[in-house]
């Protein structure tokens, strides 16, 4: 088993900068791949950065890219989200995922993770 715990979620005002922490424990070799998923309100939940442990390898949704960045220490196991530019439609819980790769990819979709966390609110204000 793998948990996550998610850190780091508040309102902001537009513009401004949050960075989002994931916290994981327990069998963390059990897992490749490292993401955030995002669910705003009435909206359903999407993909926004994945990153391979192995290789570092990311990949962005197309709304973060350029704006967006996600990486992990490998010594204390936590994933980060540094989100910067932030906009309203950035609203949404953020969730902290674990999974494996799909053909050899790291990919942003809730078919291949299999572990969740209960995910941090960001709240961005116009």
């Known amino acids: 088993q793998l948990q996550l715990i998610e850190s780091g979620g508040e309102s902001v005002r537009a513009g401004g900068s949050l960075e989002l922490s994931c916290a994981s424990s327990g069998n963390t070799y059990s897992v490749n791949c490292m993401a955030w998923f995002r669910r705003g309100p009435g909206k359903e939940r999407e993909g926004v950065a994945t990153?391979?442990?192995?290789?570092?390898?990311?990949s962005y949704a197309n709304s973060v890219k350029g704006r967006f960045t996600i990486t992990r220490e490998k010594a204390k196991n936590i994933l980060y989200l540094q989100m910067n530019s932030l906009k309203p439609e950035d609203s949404a819980m953020y969730v902290c995922?674990?999974?494996?790769?799909?053909?050899?990819?790291?990919?942003?979709?809730?078919?291949?993770?299999?572990?969740w966390g209960k995910g941090t609110l960001v709240n961005i204000s116009s």
């Open positions: 995922a674990a999974g494996l790769p799909y053909g050899g990819v790291c990919r942003l979709s809730r078919d291949v993770i299999d572990y």
């Open positions: 990153i391979c442990i192995d290789y570092g390898v990311t």
